[in-house]
């Protein structure tokens, strides 16, 4: 009976391991990240690279070891490899706004935060800026719009 179960494991571990794909940094990942839970709550993950960078912060806060030569490799192949999916996927701009603002905008934080605010289309340029900086999937050709939906939504009263 010991032996199956320690046969189990490993065959459950060596299929886990077959889900991440070749590349720099992976060795630190399979090293540090599968301590605690299966590698599926990280690849089902889609973040950018400040998204990983907070998430690998996130994870040493919790316990994980992670070298210092360690960390950029893991945040660059975590990036590359579970980065925030192709614009091409998505609806178009123009004709969607409202989407791209549930989408971009809602994942972090409800719409409260930001339906509070009154800012003039300056102000919504700067705090959509810093949302990209901080993770919001915006791409350069959504961006103006957004700026636009949300400056004649939130205006200054
Ligand atoms: C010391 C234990 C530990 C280690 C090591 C660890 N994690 Fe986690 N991780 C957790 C816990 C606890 C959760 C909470 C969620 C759960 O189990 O459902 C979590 C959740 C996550 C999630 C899901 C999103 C979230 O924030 O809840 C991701 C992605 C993740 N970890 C990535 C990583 C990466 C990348 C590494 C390697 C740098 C890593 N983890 C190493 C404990 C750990
Ligand atoms: C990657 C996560 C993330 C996404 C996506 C995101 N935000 Fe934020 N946002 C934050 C964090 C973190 C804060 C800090 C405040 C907090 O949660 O208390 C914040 C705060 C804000 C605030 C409050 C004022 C400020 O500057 O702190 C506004 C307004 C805001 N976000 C607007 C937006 C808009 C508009 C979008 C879509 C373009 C967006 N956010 C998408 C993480 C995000």
């Known amino acids: 009976m010991r032996l199956v179960a320690v046969l189990l ?3 459950t571990a ?10 720099p940094g992976r060795d630190a990942v399979m090293k540090r990240c599968l301590a605690c839970h ?10 950018s690279t ?15 070891v992670v070298e210092p030569g ?4 893991m945040i660059g192949y975590l990036s590359r490899h579970f980065g ?7 609806p178009s701009p123009a004709d969607n706004v409202e989407a791209t603002y549930k989408r971009a905008c809602l994942g972090c ?18 705090t959509v800026e810093k949302m990209i900086r901080w993770g919001a999937a915006v791409d350069d050709s959504e961006k103006s719009s957004l700026v636009d ?9």
Do not use: C, N
């Not at 590698?39 to 993950?45: A, E, H, S």
């Not at 939906?149 to 009263?157: D, H, I, K």
């Open 70 to 73: 360690e960390r950029e490799p």
């Open 109 to 126: 934080h409800e719409g409260d935060i930001i339906e509070g605010q009154r800012l003039p289309r300056a102000g919504w340029t700067r």
């Open 14 to 23: 060596l299929a886990s391991a077959q889900e991440l794909p070749a590349g």
């Open 9 to 11: 494991l490993l065959a």
């Open 50 to 64: 400040p998204g990983w960078t907070r998430e690998v912060d996130k994870m040493v806060r919790w316990g994980a």
């Open 38 to 47: 299966e590698i599926d709550l990280i690849v089902q993950q889609r973040l």
């Open 149 to 157: 939906y949300l400056a004649g939504r939130f205006p200054v009263r």
């Open 84 to 90: 925030v999916r192709p614009a091409a996927s998505r």
